[in-house]
């Protein structure tokens, strides 16, 4: 898409904001007013979280907090199940090495720790999607930030993580950290996608990004610091390590049925779909290597094109598709999600207002657009109504178990509704598009743009030129 009167955007937004931050903060009424509309913005996200979202009670964090508890006990690690339950402890031994700390404090405050960093991580990740769009289109920083870090902590994904005393918006920032390397050429990136990897095993596929998209140094990188960290805890505890990797891995059960509904992944779909409490093996492993065939070219498209958020996201969105798990509070790839399909509206919006004024000062020029105000509307209604599906989870009123209750027992509709968010990711993978030249982020990767050179005629052609 043509881009008249992007380009000169961003000169005048950084002027603009130099200007701005060399004036002191001052608490007059407009301050005050955006305070108030933070203030505002947090309690209805509050209320959201309190009608939409379930009772949490650090569930998961009584778990991985009884498991190294019994672990410093003396224990066998991956023999501890919790009380009342048939869960134990299923992550990798450097991701308990990780973990093992908060042994000495009571599983509440874990999970209270476990949300200010869970917070902390969500807010860095936000800092670094939005404020270059804040620059962009001439809006505060702080109060981008600001409004944007409680409606995205309100959405399934980071309530459950947070309520549940889950890791993944930890993980969620190693891995954006890795993009922000690569965009600015360090030599580090991949080291984040390395330690996330060696704590849960599914951003592995970052790396198959890094490899098929021929980025070896950060592929090199991550997987030397995935071996770096396994390595390490294997000298720490070996016996831990060999049990994992030897049969606890292996151990599906471990985890839960796969047609359970919080099991948002193309399994749980599935599953959910013939009714049964696991996918059909050979149909699963079909649609498997298709979306990631489709995810990963997508996603080195997306590269190619240099939109490196774009590619990032289609590859941690595959992750959760094809995962034979990924319960809602894994689906924190929509968030990046949301804001690319909101920036891509605002960067149409920009283009379309410079079409319009290059149209409207040069005479005899038509006006390219016939409804002006309509562009980008469909990407804003896209991120607008991800997010909401994401905030209401019409999942819950139509959770079904098996054998108790068929999945079927609400219709068509509530067939849909129990598996909205597994369709959703689907759409994203097949659907998100990229943002051609948004961020590139090639790194090390030498980009060379062709240039068009005028022949030079020869004697001999002139002389041939000359006698026709």
Request: aromatic residues 10%.
């Amino acid at each position: 898409m043509p881009s008249f009167g992007v380009r000169s955007l961003p000169r005048l937004t950084e002027r603009h904001r130099n200007l701005r931050d060399r004036r002191p903060l001052r608490w007059d009424r407009w301050t005050l007013v955006r305070v108030g509309i933070v203030a505002a913005v947090c309690y209805a996200s509050w209320a959201t979280e309190q009608n939409f979202g379930r009772w949490y009670d650090f569930f998961d964090m009584k778990i991985y907090h009884g498991a190294v508890e019994w672990w410093a006990g003396g224990g066998e690690l991956y023999d501890y199940i919790a009380p009342n339950t048939t869960l134990g402890f299923t992550y990798p031994p450097f991701a308990a090495l990780t973990m093992l700390p908060m042994a000495a404090v009571s599983s509440a405050v874990a999970g209270w720790i476990n949300i200010l960093i869970g917070l902390v991580s969500l807010g860095l990740v936000l800092t670094v999607l939005l404020v270059p769009v804040a620059d962009r289109c001439g809006w505060s920083r702080w109060l981008t930030v600001a409004i944007a870090l409680p409606l995205f902590a309100a959405i399934e994904p980071s309530r459950e993580t947070l309520g549940f005393g889950q890791v993944n918006l930890i993980l969620f920032a190693l891995v954006m950290a890795d993009m922000v390397a690569l965009r600015r050429g360090w030599r580090w990136a991949g080291v984040g996608i390395g330690l996330a990897t060696a704590i849960k095993l599914t951003p592995a596929l970052f790396i198959v990004y890094f490899l098929v998209s021929r980025q070896w140094r950060a592929a090199a990188t991550a997987t030397g610091a995935t071996i770096a960290a396994t390595a390490a805890a294997y000298l720490v505890v070996p016996h831990e390590s060999t049990m994992y990797f030897g049969s606890v891995i292996w151990q599906t059960e471990r985890v839960g049925a796969a047609d359970m509904t919080p099991n948002q992944s193309l399994a749980g779909l599935l599953s959910r779909l013939y009714d049964t409490t696991n996918a059909p093996s050979l149909l699963w492993i079909a649609f498997t290597l298709v979306l990631l065939a489709v995810g990963l070219s997508r996603a080195t498209a997306a590269h190619t094109e240099g939109d490196e958020l774009t590619a990032f996201t289609l590859v941690g969105l595959t992750a959760n598709v094809i995962s034979p798990i990924s319960w809602t509070h894994h689906l924190v790839w929509v968030v990046p999600a949301i804001i690319a399909l909101g920036d891509q509206a605002l960067r149409r919006r920009a283009a379309s207002r410079g079409l319009l004024a290059r149209a409207r000062s040069t005479p005899g020029l038509r006006e390219p657009i016939w409804f002006p105000w309509l562009v980008g509307a469909r990407h804003a209604a896209a991120a607008i109504g991800l997010y909401l599906l994401f905030l209401i989870s019409p999942i819950w009123p139509y959770e079904h178990q098996l054998p108790g209750v068929s999945h079927y027992a609400d219709g068509l509709f509530g067939m849909l509704a129990e598996n909205s968010l597994a369709i959703a990711l689907i759409v994203l993978v097949a659907a998100l598009p990229s943002r051609p030249g948004a961020e590139p982020a090639f790194g090390h990767v030498p980009v060379r743009i062709p240039q068009v050179r005028q022949a030079v005629p020869t004697p001999a052609r002139q002389a041939v030129a000359t006698t026709r």
